[in-house]
């Protein structure tokens, strides 16, 4: 890992970013416009050069194939910036940047501290770990890679603006139980259980589940038992708005969240839920180890054997500290990748 630069702890008001970071469900853009809320002066570039659902799948086996298309995307960024002093170059997940690449961005920007965030886990990102020496900080939302690198800081993800909700004091909700998300791994497998036991405790419930293809539904269906009765209607094919998702959780008493049995981080979905006050049903045993683990809120279940007690619906969400509740926040989380140490 470089150097740390010397820059002014206060703050970001007034200072320059060069921002690159995947497309994610619109959350670069709100971290580009919190950064801008808080003064800072932010040019920002989707950090892939490539954006088809094949180019990003081949991604997974090594960004050189994309070596050359990278290394001209970027040479246009550096020439059309090549005037500018940054402050930060701050770039999220880094799948595409080649150490070439990181190279030349820190000749044309000597004097910019470099801080990568990664909101994945760094087996799924290959060759990420030869990129670190690039960066003077590099922070990552999964604890176990933290532990096993210690060249990274620990930093959970956070809940975005329209995530931050008053609590809930007349419990009156629509919904028992709510799913939001993309269907992948075993997700559907476990939401037709959480499904079938809303139906036995008649429980209301919603889900929305996302896929990127009806290509991939046809392929699921072929290859995933739980997919053989289904049909196309069952899914959506185009994702759902962060301000829908938003209502959907905001009538809803409890959250499903199913993370992917590979990755151990918590999701931005289950960090969302603590924004608005919301009980949480997870597969994810490492939410135990967090500062804002409270059995009363939080229920951990089995992914391969799930028992809920009827109680959890019937209990109160007992409410977070001001410290813990305000840590998760947006702004918490961009101080606290690029300021503090």
């Known amino acids: 890992m470089g150097n740390y630069k010397k820059i002014e702890m206060s703050g970001i008001k007034d200072k320059r970013i060069l921002f690159f970071a995947p497309a994610f469900f619109g959350y ?6 919190k950064m801008e ?16 659902a ?29 005037n500018q002093t940054y402050d930060y170059i701050f770039v999220v997940k880094c799948d595409m940047m080649t150490e070439s690449i990181l190279q030349d961005l820190h000749i044309a920007f000597p004097k910019a501290m470099f801080c ?40 959970p993800l956070f809940y975005a603006d329209e995530f931050r909700l008053e609590l809930n004091k007349d419990n009156d909700y629509k919904y ?22 809303c ?33 196309e209607s069952d899914f959506s094919f185009a994702k759902m708005s962060s301000r829908n998702i938003s209502d959907v959780v905001k009538k809803s008493r409890v959250i499903l969240d199913v993370q992917h049995p590979n990755q151990m981080g918590l999701t931005m979905r289950t960090i969302e839920m603590l924004g608005m006050n919301k009980k949480l049903i997870t597969t994810n045993p490492e939410i135990k180890k ?44 961009i101080k606290d990748i690029l300021v503090n140490i």
Not at 28 to 33: F, Q, V
Not at 210 to 223: A, D, E, R
Not at 226 to 231: A, L, R
């Open 290 to 333: 967090y500062d804002f683990y409270n059995p009363n809120n939080i229920l951990v279940v089995d992914r391969k054997n799930i028992q809920i007690p009827h109680t959890f619906f019937k209990s109160k969400y007992t409410a977070l500290s001001d410290d813990i509740f305000e840590k998760y926040s947006i702004e918490s989380w």
């Open 37 to 52: 809320e808080m003064g800072a002066v932010v040019d920002f570039y989707d950090e892939r050069s490539v954006k088809k």
């Open 116 to 155: 990568l965030y990664l909101w994945d886990s760094v087996k799924n990102i290959k060759g990420v770990t030869d990129k670190f020496k690039y960066f003077d900080r590099v922070l990552t939302f999964d604890r176990q890679d933290a532990v096993k690198y210690p060249v990274m800081k620990f930093r």
């Open 54 to 82: 094949a180019s990003r799948a081949l991604l997974k086996i090594s960004s050189d194939i994309f070596e050359y298309k990278s290394k001209r995307y970027y040479s246009n960024i550096i020439e059309k910036h090549k």
């Open 28 to 33: 670069e853009l709100k971290i580009k416009a």
């Open 176 to 197: 028992d139980i709510s799913f939001c998300g993309t269907i992948h791994s075993d997700r559907y497998k476990i939401i037709r259980k959480i499904i079938d036991y």
């Open 199 to 231: 139906r036995q405790y008649k429980l209301k419930y919603f889900t929305f589940c996302y896929l990127q293809s009806k290509f991939i539904y046809h392929f699921y269906k072929i290859t995933k038992p739980e997919f053989s009765k289904t049909k």
